[in-house]
């Protein structure tokens, strides 16, 4: 069965530093998602993106941050100077189509630890 | 205002039991779906159902069914003959499909934890 794929599970970083958090999605897919969940709390909805653009981005989702699918399979996020605010898991989720009923598939998460 | 609302925090249940975990909703839009996922403390998510907002049958996936009340704008998980490995985090989340809308982002509540008792 498809799955989307991410890496790495688990990323150490200190503050300040860049990290680049990747993800495969599922290949017939056309819409991308970012979401993140700190520890304890809630999932929260970071940015889509569709057709090589971002369709839209939360208040989360500052300069700091940035998207793109360099390739045809991969879907990447960047945080260009990590806080420590930023320590979360963040998945990245694909889905074939549009309209309310077409389930996002999630990756298992990229756990990111800002020391 | 809280678009998803998962008013118990914590749920225990006697395995083999059947248990409901609530959830409430808040949209304006005529077109909408409704989600539940289950994530285990390693920590994925994992889809368990959905239930579309012009579904007149209320959807049901194994030990897993959704109680949907659309006048009260309640989306309910039914899980029955709990096992151990059901005890994790439960949320439930909302994509709306606003007219000329791009996105179909998911919105989440809060979740509950519910734990199983042997």
């Known amino acids: 069965e498809p799955e989307v794929t991410q890496t790495p599970s688990h990323q150490v970083t200190q503050m300040g530093q860049e990290v680049i958090l990747r993800c495969v999605p599922i290949s017939n897919h056309l819409y991308f998602y970012w979401y993140r969940q700190i520890l304890g709390q809630k999932v929260e909805f970071l940015v889509s993106f569709y057709n090589n653009e971002i369709s839209e981005k939360s208040e989360i989702f500052d300069d700091q941050f940035s998207v793109e699918r360099p390739d045809g399979s991969n879907f990447t996020l960047k945080i260009r100077s990590t806080k420590l605010e930023d320590s979360a898991m963040y998945f990245c989720?694909?889905?074939?189509?549009?309209?309310?009923?077409?389930?996002?598939?999630f990756g298992p998460g990229t756990r990111l630890t800002v020391l | 205002a809280q678009k998803i609302t998962q008013t118990q925090p914590g749920m225990f249940v006697q395995e083999k039991e059947a248990v409901t975990l609530d959830c409430t909703y808040d949209?304006?839009?005529?077109?909408?779906?409704l989600f539940w996922y289950k994530q285990p403390s390693s920590g994925e998510m994992i889809f368990l159902i959905y239930?579309?907002?012009?579904?007149?049958q209320n959807a049901t996936e194994g030990r897993y069914s959704l109680n949907f009340q659309k006048a009260r704008k309640s989306a309910n998980l039914v899980i029955s003959a709990s096992q151990l490995g059901d005890s994790a985090m439960y949320f439930c989340?909302?994509?709306?499909?606003?007219?000329?809308?791009?996105?179909?982002?998911?919105?989440f509540g809060k979740g509950t934890l519910l734990t199983v008792n042997p």
């Open positions: 239930q579309g907002s012009y579904d007149e």
């Open positions: 949209t304006s839009d005529q077109s909408y779906g």
């Open positions: 989720a694909s889905t074939q189509g549009l309209g309310a009923y077409n389930e996002q598939f």
């Open positions: 989340a909302m994509r709306e499909a606003p007219w000329g809308g791009s996105n179909y982002k998911l919105t």
